[in-house]
Structures are given as structure tokens and as C-alpha cells.
């Protein structure tokens, strides 16, 4: 079983930053894709950015300068780098994990083991 403790959320003021992180725990050894997902209430939950063990990432429909997502293969901790905040990137912020290889995206199915969310709140 894996477990995915997701931390570094919070509240901060339009034009800050925030890095996101994503400790996996247990049986970690077989995890592929590392994925970052967000949610407001009321709405679906979205793709925002994941990466693969060997480094190559994917970006869903969000302004990729100013999110970069990354990870240290030593511990699959997989972090989530957000700057020029905006209100809209008000959201719970997911972190995600399935051991498939290949090409690593958005599709949610996919992907097997969720954390609990960290809140990313962003006032104007």
C-alpha cells in the first residue's frame, strides 16, 4: 500500500508563490507516475501537473510558467511549484500515484493511490 501525505499549502495574497509537497510512504517502490490535481467545491477535479520517474513531465491546461512540477527519485517525493499566485488557483490540491509506465497524464482513473489535499487559498 502506498500513502501520499501532501503538505506546503496555505493562505498567501495574489502575485506570491507556494511550493507544494508530496511525501509517498510504504510499498513505494513500484510508483511511475507522480500527478498534482486540484478541486473546488462544486466543480470537477482538474489535472495540473505530474512527472515520471525519469523526469519528463506533462502539464494539463494551466499557464505552464507559472507552475513546475518536479521530484527527488530518492524518496518519489514529487513537488509542485506555483508562482504569480492567482484567485483562481483557489483550490484543494491533490497529489497522486500509479505504477503504470509509459506515458504518464492526466487521466484520473489511472491513477490508484490519492493523499488527503492540502488547501491553496489566494486572496487579491
Known amino acids: 500500500q502506498v500513502q501520499l501525505v501532501e503538505s506546503g499549502g496555505g493562505s498567501v495574497q495574489a502575485g506570491g508563490s507556494l511550493k507544494l509537497s508530496c511525501a509517498p510512504s510504504?510499498?513505494?517502490?513500484?510508483?511511475?507516475?507522480l500527478g498534482w490535481f486540484r478541486q473546488v467545491p462544486g466543480k470537477e477535479r482538474e489535472g495540473v501537473a505530474g512527472i515520471n520517474r525519469y523526469g519528463n513531465s506533462w502539464y494539463a491546461d494551466v499557464e505552464r510558467g507559472r507552475f513546475a512540477v518536479s521530484r527527488v527519485n530518492a524518496n518519489n517525493t514529487v513537488y509542485l511549484q506555483i508562482s504569480n499566485l492567482k484567485p483562481d488557483d483557489t483550490a484543494m490540491y491533490y497529489c497522486?500515484?500509479?505504477?503504470?509506465?509509459?506515458?504518464?497524464?492526466?487521466?484520473?482513473?489511472?491513477?490508484?493511490?490519492w493523499g488527503q489535499g492540502t488547501q491553496v487559498t489566494v486572496s487579491s
Open positions: 497522486a500515484a500509479h505504477s503504470s509506465s509509459g506515458y504518464c497524464s492526466e487521466y484520473q482513473p489511472k491513477y490508484i493511490h
Open positions: 510504504g510499498y513505494t517502490g513500484t510508483i511511475y507516475c
